[in-house]
């Protein structure tokens, strides 16, 4: 059984008990939807705490179904209309197209309309006005019930029943759960109603929904303005702290104002730089007030950090229990398991200690306000890539491109890393070596900006100028995934020229591998437009016959697996057979398996076809690999709200990265053989660079 829920599940403490069945604590009863696949017990459960006795359906695919009047009274049980590939309409798991059809519809979780948020007095809150109940009791133990209910009457969901179909209207119903629950949707599972129910959580996800919290006690005061807040905004008091240049202990629960300046957090000996991140040249009003978390206040060139980001409505714990952060900031004795929180309150930091072994002690780092200004260390970053790339970003010259391409085809013919076949080709296996801090980046797709993000921050120019860095981009740097900018393919030929001149500035630490978009081919499209063939033809207007046949040469020269002691890559995913070291290197003659390694997704529930855990264990083996080695891909984002994904398909040290989103680039950074996310916001370089002078 393929479960998305799988070790995402945790229980939800702070319970209260309705007519016999227990809810979240703070669960208002008339928000509750109660939903799950055919046979689930839903009917029983809704009558059992008196809601209504009618099902509704509710059509996920339409725009406003949040308004829809099924909704109107609850608690009540609703059936799900789902999006499949294929069909205009939303089908139910019970519908005769879903029932009768000969493969696994694919499900297009990316038509589910999520309704709007807001934060306004006057506007209703469509996200927090329902919470979503998903009942999902073992497939085995449904299949049991349907067989059982036939001595009942006639029910023509169970015409044809077998467990498969019983599992895979499961799998639906689970995935369109975490779906929901990454949209910001209020969701929450239970397995049977004589359990607990649980909430959906990412390992180290410490943020609690307020409906699972415990109520508070707070009584409001309304001869105060902080009792009026909490009546209209629910807004409960806490304690501001100011900031100095003297250290200053934090002992109790305390908010910490944005202001655009940075501070340290010092426990023990081990100190934390505390960074409001301000994008530039972003509307004030889109900017989210973002926190980073690092060890040192600038970059230096002798070691490349990780760091963490705090996002608005997040909760972070500090201390040995969050494996991420341990992994990132390798905590002291001196730091706890838990030693405290940090929430991003709409922009302010609200730190809750937790354990009083250390004393926690926050200082002023530097006054000046960074929001109205570029840091010394991205300025010099971004003057390099003009002058690396030799002035304004804009796509070369037919001459200068045609240089510079044949530049790079003579670096890959005798690439650093790679063996040198009997055929006089470069093997399509890279092998780093581990003396330099790895970088992987997934899919670009002529996001410009998002590669100028990723070369201007954290000082990685220089780390790769002194080769203490290795950057590797897993292909599929072209053709936009932006509707409107499918056809047009000049930002994937500038893309291209970007790439084409860091490969020669970095010939021996600059990697990337060829992806399924690298090609001229006529299948390669994007919602039928043939972005492969539109390539070839716009570069032939621009630059001539000679350079699409350097081109093309660029492709068949670049590798399509990479390696070193600890970690593997490629751009989709490992093959479904059993191959040799020496197969992958020479993976040119095997075109089949070059396929698989460019096209394969991720096995689920609707692409029975993709690869699994197994898949993923025989290709580490082949490589040389040890268990749960890391093993990072693209190709297959997962959601359209993450840039990455740890551990993905329940598949321990599997990862995924994306890296073309519109909010912001993400990549991954290899630190103590355990890859680490890094995000970063979106912001207009591209523009900012070129009017630099």
Same mark, same amino acid.
């Given at each position: 059984?393929?479960?998305?829920?799988?070790?995402?599940?945790?229980?939800?403490?702070?319970?209260?008990?309705?007519?016999?069945?227990?809810?979240?604590?703070?669960?208002?009863?008339?928000?509750?939807?109660?939903? @799950?696949?055919?046979?689930?017990?839903?009917?029983?459960?809704?009558?059992?705490?008196?809601?209504?006795?009618?099902?509704?359906?509710?059509?996920?695919?339409?725009?406003?179904?949040?308004?829809?009047?099924?909704?109107?009274?609850?608690?009540?049980?609703?059936?799900? @209309?789902?999006?499949?590939?294929?069909?205009?309409?939303?089908?139910?798991?019970?519908?005769?197209?879903?029932?009768?059809?000969?493969?696994?519809?694919?499900?297009?979780?990316?038509?589910?309309?999520?309704?709007?948020?807001?934060?306004?007095?006057?506007?209703?809150?469509?996200?927090?006005?329902?919470?979503?109940?998903?009942?999902?009791?073992?497939?085995?133990?449904?299949?049991?019930?349907?067989?059982?209910?036939?001595?009942?009457?006639?029910?023509?969901?169970?015409?044809?029943?077998?467990?498969?179909?019983?599992?895979?209207?499961?799998?639906?119903?689970?995935?369109?759960?975490?779906?929901?629950?990454?949209?910001?949707?209020?969701?929450?599972?239970?397995?049977?109603?004589?359990?607990?129910? $649980?909430?959906?959580?990412?390992?180290?996800?410490?943020?609690?929904?307020?409906?699972?919290?415990?109520?508070?006690?707070?009584?409001?005061?309304?001869?105060?303005?902080? @009792?009026?807040?909490?009546?209209?905004?629910?807004?409960?008091?806490?304690?501001?702290?100011?900031?100095?240049?003297?250290?200053?202990?934090?002992?109790?629960?305390?908010?910490?104002?944005?202001?655009?300046?940075?501070?340290? $957090?010092?426990?023990?000996?081990?100190?934390?730089?505390?960074?409001?991140?301000?994008?530039?040249?972003?509307?004030?009003?889109?900017?989210?007030?973002?926190?980073?978390?690092?060890?040192?206040?600038?970059?230096?060139?002798?070691?490349?950090?990780?760091?963490?980001?705090?996002?608005? @409505?997040?909760?972070?714990?500090?201390?040995?229990?969050?494996?991420?952060?341990?992994?990132?900031?390798?905590?002291?004795?001196?730091?706890?398991?838990?030693?405290?929180?940090?929430?991003?309150?709409?922009?302010?930091?609200?730190?809750?200690?937790?354990?009083?072994?250390?004393?926690?002690?926050?200082?002023?780092?530097?006054?000046?306000?960074?929001?109205?200004?570029?840091?010394?260390?991205?300025?010099?970053?971004?003057?390099?890539?003009?002058?690396?790339?030799?002035?304004?970003?804009?796509?070369?010259?037919?001459?200068?491109?045609?240089?510079?391409?044949?530049?790079?085809?003579?670096?890959?013919?005798?690439?650093?890393?790679?063996?040198?076949?009997?055929?006089?080709?470069?093997?399509?296996?890279?092998?780093?070596?581990?003396?330099?801090?790895?970088?992987?980046?997934?899919?670009?797709?002529?996001?410009?900006?998002?590669?100028?993000?990723?070369?201007?921050?954290?000082?990685?120019?220089?780390?790769?100028?002194?080769?203490?860095?290795?950057?590797?981009?897993?292909?599929?740097?072209?053709?936009?995934?932006?509707?409107?900018?499918?056809?047009?393919?000049?930002?994937?030929?500038? $893309?291209?020229?970007?790439?084409?001149?860091?490969?020669?500035?970095?010939?021996?630490?600059?990697?990337?591998?060829?992806?399924?978009?690298?090609?001229?081919?006529?299948?390669?499209?994007?919602?039928?437009?043939?972005?492969?063939?539109?390539?070839?033809?716009?570069?032939?207007?621009?630059?001539?016959?000679?350079?699409?046949?350097? $081109?093309?040469?660029?492709?068949?020269?670049?590798?399509?697996?990479?390696?070193?002691?600890?970690?593997?890559?490629?751009?989709?995913?490992?093959?479904?057979?059993?191959?040799?070291?020496?197969?992958?290197?020479?993976?040119?003659?095997?075109?089949?398996?070059?396929?698989?390694?460019?096209?394969?997704?991720?096995?689920?529930?609707?692409?029975?076809?993709?690869?699994?855990?197994?898949?993923?264990?025989?290709?580490?083996?082949?490589?040389?690999?040890?268990?749960?080695?890391?093993?990072?891909?693209?190709?297959?984002?997962?959601?359209?709200?993450?840039?990455?994904?740890?551990?993905?398909?329940?598949?321990?040290?599997?990862?995924?990265?994306?890296?073309?989103?519109?909010?912001?680039?993400?990549?991954?950074?290899?630190?103590?053989?355990?890859?680490?996310?890094?995000?970063?916001?979106?912001?207009?370089?591209?523009?900012?660079?070129?009017?630099?002078?």
């Amino acid at each position: 059984m393929i479960d998305p829920l799988k070790k995402k599940l945790l229980p939800i403490e702070d319970l209260q008990e309705i007519r016999g069945v227990q809810l979240p604590a703070r669960l208002n009863f008339v928000q509750l939807v109660v939903t @799950g696949p055919p046979g689930a017990g839903k009917t029983y459960y809704v009558n059992k705490v008196h809601g209504w006795p009618n099902e509704g359906y509710v059509d996920l695919t339409r725009k406003g179904w949040w308004k829809d009047q099924t909704l109107t009274y609850r608690p009540r049980e609703v059936h799900l @209309g789902f999006p499949f590939k294929g069909f205009d309409e939303a089908l139910t798991v019970f519908d005769k197209e879903w029932l009768e059809s000969e493969k696994p519809l694919f499900l297009e979780l990316d038509r589910i309309q999520i309704p709007p948020a807001s934060t306004s007095l006057f506007q209703v809150n469509w996200r927090t006005r329902y919470i979503f109940e998903f009942l999902l009791p073992d497939p085995k133990t449904i299949y049991e019930r349907r067989m059982a209910r036939h001595t009942e009457g006639y029910f023509p969901v169970d015409k044809n029943l077998s467990l498969e179909m019983v599992t895979r209207q499961s799998e639906i119903y689970r995935e369109v759960a975490l779906y929901l629950d990454q949209a910001g949707m209020q969701i929450y599972v239970r397995e049977r109603i004589s359990k607990p129910p $649980m909430r959906i959580a990412e390992k180290d996800d410490v943020n609690v929904p307020e409906w699972a919290e415990a109520s508070s006690d707070f009584r409001p005061d309304l001869t105060t303005i902080a @009792g009026w807040k909490w009546l209209v905004f629910r807004e409960e008091p806490v304690n501001w702290f100011t900031v100095t240049d003297t250290l200053q202990e934090i002992t109790s629960e305390c908010r910490i104002p944005h202001d655009g300046k940075t501070f340290d $957090m010092i426990i023990g000996d081990q100190q934390f730089v505390f960074r409001p991140e301000i994008p530039m040249g972003v509307k004030k009003k889109n900017i989210q007030k973002n926190w980073l978390i690092a060890r040192s206040k600038d970059c230096s060139r002798d070691t490349i950090h990780g760091f963490a980001r705090i996002q608005v @409505g997040e909760t972070v714990l500090i201390g040995h229990d969050n494996h991420q952060y341990d992994e990132i900031f390798h905590f002291a004795d001196c730091v706890s398991k838990r030693h405290l929180t940090v929430t991003n309150l709409k922009g302010d930091l609200v730190i809750k200690p937790q354990d009083p072994k250390t004393a926690i002690q926050i200082v002023r780092s530097g006054d000046q306000d960074i929001r109205e200004r570029l840091g010394t260390n991205r300025y010099n970053a971004i003057t390099a890539i003009r002058d690396m790339y030799g002035g304004e970003l804009v796509p070369l010259s037919a001459d200068e491109a045609l240089v510079t391409i044949k530049d790079v085809n003579r670096i890959l013919e005798h690439e650093s890393y790679r063996k040198v076949l009997k055929s006089g080709m470069p093997a399509a296996l890279l092998e780093i070596p581990e003396d330099q801090t790895l970088l992987i980046a997934g899919d670009l797709h002529a996001n410009i900006d998002n590669f100028l993000k990723i070369l201007s921050e954290n000082c990685l120019l220089a780390h790769l100028a002194v080769s203490r860095a290795s950057l590797l981009l897993l292909g599929d740097a072209v053709h936009s995934e932006i509707p409107e900018e499918m056809e047009n393919m000049d930002s994937s030929i500038l $893309m291209m020229d970007l790439i084409f001149k860091m490969k020669c500035q970095f010939p021996e630490n600059f990697f990337y591998l060829l992806g399924n978009h690298d090609s001229f081919d006529v299948d390669i499209s994007k919602n039928g437009v043939s972005q492969g063939v539109l390539m070839r033809k716009r570069l032939l207007e621009l630059r001539g016959e000679e350079y699409v046949r350097e $081109m093309q040469r660029f492709y068949d020269l670049l590798p399509l697996v990479m390696k070193t002691k600890s970690c593997a890559a490629c751009h989709a995913g490992p093959p479904r057979k059993e191959v040799t070291l020496r197969e992958i290197r020479h993976l040119r003659q095997y075109p089949k398996i070059c396929k698989e390694i460019l096209t394969n997704r991720l096995k689920r529930s609707h692409y029975l076809a993709g690869y699994d855990k197994s898949d993923v264990k025989r290709f580490r083996k082949s490589l040389g690999l040890p268990k749960k080695a890391p093993f990072v891909v693209g190709h297959t984002p997962l959601d359209p709200f993450n840039s990455f994904w740890k551990n993905a398909g329940n598949i321990k040290g599997h990862h995924i990265i994306y890296s073309g989103h519109l909010a912001g680039p993400s990549l991954y950074m290899q630190i103590r053989k355990k890859m680490i996310p890094l995000s970063y916001p979106a912001e207009p370089l591209l523009k900012i660079i070129n009017e630099m002078s």
